[in-house]
């Protein structure tokens, strides 16, 4: 089944995208806030979280902002990702995908977004 149009939501934080060894505990300062996301691979363990929450001494790239697509949506819907990041692309804007069960988030940087939210709204989507 293929979605044409999703409705989106602008997360009001900042957020940050942090890298912490791949041994490291799920630190407590990752989850408190609107948003986060841990995943640990072999490699490392990278934490998505409100910019505020992350000590300075930890490795992070700030600065995002982050664009939740409302769902639920269904495994069986095909080309949302890539509805949104067309023409993001096309802007030069850089994204940062993260997928849930439920939906899908796109992070984009504090210095890209109005360009973003212009391209997004340009191509029919609803950002609230």
């Given at each position: 089944m293929v979605r044409t149009s999703v409705d989106l939501v602008?997360?009001?934080s900042s957020f940050a995208?942090?890298?912490?060894?791949a041994d490291e505990p799920?630190?407590?300062?990752?989850?408190?806030?609107?948003?986060s996301s841990v995943t640990r691979t072999p490699?490392?363990?990278?934490?998505?979280?409100?910019?505020?929450?992350?000590?300075p001494e930890v490795e992070a790239e700030t600065g995002w902002r982050?664009?939740?697509v409302?769902?639920?949506?269904a495994f069986?819907?095909?080309?949302i990702l890539s509805s949104l990041t067309a023409p993001l692309a096309t802007a030069g804007v850089s994204v940062f995908a993260i997928s849930t069960y439920a939906t899908d988030y796109l992070l984009?940087?504090?210095?890209?977004?109005?360009?973003?939210?212009?391209?997004?709204r340009g191509e029919g989507f609803r950002i609230r």
């Open positions: 602008l997360l009001e995208v942090c890298r912490l060894p799920e630190p407590g300062w990752a989850q408190p806030g609107s948003f490699q490392e363990l990278s934490i998505v979280c409100e910019a505020a929450s992350v000590p982050c664009l939740m409302e769902g639920p949506l069986t819907e095909i080309g984009v940087k504090e210095t890209s977004l109005e360009p973003a939210l212009s391209s997004l």
